[in-house]
Structures are given as structure tokens and as C-alpha cells.
């Protein structure tokens, strides 16, 4: 079981910059690949970013490619993403989640986070 708690995140005007955090309970934080969604008013939820359990990779989704970086320490359990040069329609909330693999799918992560709202105004 892992519990996941996002932090970061708030007002931001277009152009400027924010870092969001999620930290993780348990011993296991590094076996698993972690990723970022967001979802806003009236639409699906999108893959952002993922990173690999151990070999750090990552991908991101073209929207973003870019301007957010995605980042883990697995000695603090924490997994990051580091906004730059946002626009209005980085407005969503996000959410991360651990899975199993890397994977662009919200169905293939098992563990999610409560999100945390990023609004960005022009």
C-alpha cells in the first residue's frame, strides 16, 4: 500500500513557474514508476509526465515537452514536476500516481493522490 499526498501548486501568472510535490508513504517508494496527470474543468483526465523506477526516464506528454521537468528522490519517497513557462491551459488539477511500470494509461497506475490545484492566469 502506498498513500500519496501532493504539495505545491496555487495561483501562478502565464510565463512564470511553480514546483509540485508528491511525497509517499512506505518502504517500497523506489519500485515504483511514478507519474503525473492533470485534469481540467470539463475534461478527461491527460497524462503529463512519467519517470522509471530505476533508471529515471522519463516522458512527457508533447503539451508540456519542454517546460516541465519530472524528477524523484527516492531517498525522500518524493516525486516532483517542475513547471516553467506555463500557460492558462496548464489549469487543471494534478495528480500523481505510482504503477507498476511506466505507462501513459491512468488505468495502469494503482495508487493516487488527492491532487492539487495549478491555476495559471494571463
Known amino acids: 500500500q502506498v498513500q500519496l499526498v501532493e504539495s505545491g501548486g496555487g495561483l501562478v501568472q502565464a510565463g512564470g513557474s511553480t514546483r509540485l510535490s508528491c511525497a509517499a508513504s512506505?518502504?517500497?517508494?523506489?519500485?515504483?514508476?511514478m507519474g503525473w496527470f492533470r485534469q481540467a474543468p470539463g475534461k478527461e483526465r491527460e497524462f503529463v509526465s512519467v519517470i522509471g523506477r530505476s533508471d529515471g526516464s522519463t516522458d512527457y506528454a508533447d503539451s508540456v515537452k519542454g517546460r516541465f521537468t519530472i524528477s524523484r528522490d527516492n531517498a525522500k519517497n518524493t516525486v516532483y514536476l517542475q513547471m516553467n513557462s506555463l500557460k492558462p491551459d496548464d489549469t487543471a488539477i494534478y495528480y500523481c500516481?505510482?504503477?507498476?511500470?511506466?505507462?501513459?494509461?491512468?488505468?495502469?497506475?494503482?495508487?493516487w493522490g488527492q491532487g492539487t490545484q495549478v491555476t495559471v492566469s494571463s
Open positions: 500516481a505510482a504503477g507498476y511500470a511506466k505507462a501513459y494509461s491512468s488505468s495502469l497506475y494503482d495508487y
Open positions: 512506505g518502504r517500497t517508494f523506489s519500485t515504483y514508476a
